[in-house]
Nanobody
Framework: QVQLVESGGGLVQPGGSLRLSCAAS????????MGWYRQAPGKQRDLVAS???????TYADSVKGRFTISRDNAKNTAYLQMNSLKPEDTAVYSC??????????WGQGTQVTVSS
């Protein structure tokens, strides 16, 4: 059973940066895709960014050019570098992984608040 541990959320001023991490453990199956969704109060959960095992990335239009997703396959860890943050980026960010089992697992979620 794969388990995810997220870190890196917090409060930042508009224009600032944060880096989220998502570490996967406990699975004997290979990890395929990793990424983050986010959900703001009263809104649906939307995909922010994803990265496949081969390195192919996908971004929401709203974060292109500001967010960068990367992964360290040796550590089964994904990173989301968030720059030029805006108040509308405020949300709970939840990481996920898919494995070859196949299995989908979610992290506990981390709050990102962009406010002056």
């Amino acid at each position: 059973q794969v388990q995810l541990v997220e870190s890196g959320g917090g409060l930042v001023q508009p224009g600032g940066s944060l880096r989220l991490s998502c570490a996967a453990s406990g699975s004997s199956f290979s990890i395929n895709s990793m990424g983050w969704y986010r959900q703001a109060p009263g809104k649906q959960r939307d995909l922010v960014a994803s990265i496949r095992s081969g390195g192919t990335t996908t971004y929401a239009d709203s974060v292109k050019g500001r967010f960068t997703i990367s992964r360290d396959n040796a550590k089964n860890t994904a990173y989301l570098q968030m720059n030029s943050l805006k108040p509308e980026d405020t949300a709970v960010y939840s990481c996920y992984v898919t494995t070859s089992r196949p299995q989908l697992a979610w992290g506990q979620g981390t709050q990102v608040t962009v406010s002056s």
